[in-house]
């Protein structure tokens, strides 16, 4: 392999992070801002609201998308293996 191949699986494989860690990390954060904003005009300032709400965003994130994100990885695996067969 040389460094152009190698640069593009390192690239695919960034993709692939973002991809999957990004609509969790997405929704849990707008979460946590409507959450503090709620939080600022009652002046509730529990710290496990904040994580039970986000908690539950994830849990049904992985719920909805969790056969997506698995296909996503096992495509990826499965190039990554097919280059090493290749090479």
């Known amino acids: 392999m040389d460094t152009s191949s190698i640069t593009q699986v ?3 494989g960034m993709w692939v992070a973002i991809k999957l860690g990004g609509p969790m990390l997405v ?3 707008l979460v946590g801002v409507f959450i503090a904003i709620f939080q600022a005009v009652t002046q509730i300032h529990e710290q ?3 994580f039970i709400f986000k908690l539950t965003v ?3 994130v992985l719920l909805v998308g969790g056969s997506w ?3 996503t990885l096992l495509d990826y ?3 990554i293996f097919r280059l ?3 090479r």
């Open 84 to 86: 090493m067969a290749t």
């Open 77 to 79: 695996a499965r190039m």
């Open 48 to 50: 496990t609201l904040g």
């Open 58 to 60: 994830v849990i049904l």
């Open 10 to 12: 390192l690239r695919e």
């Open 69 to 71: 994100m698995m296909e």
């Open 27 to 29: 929704l849990s954060m």
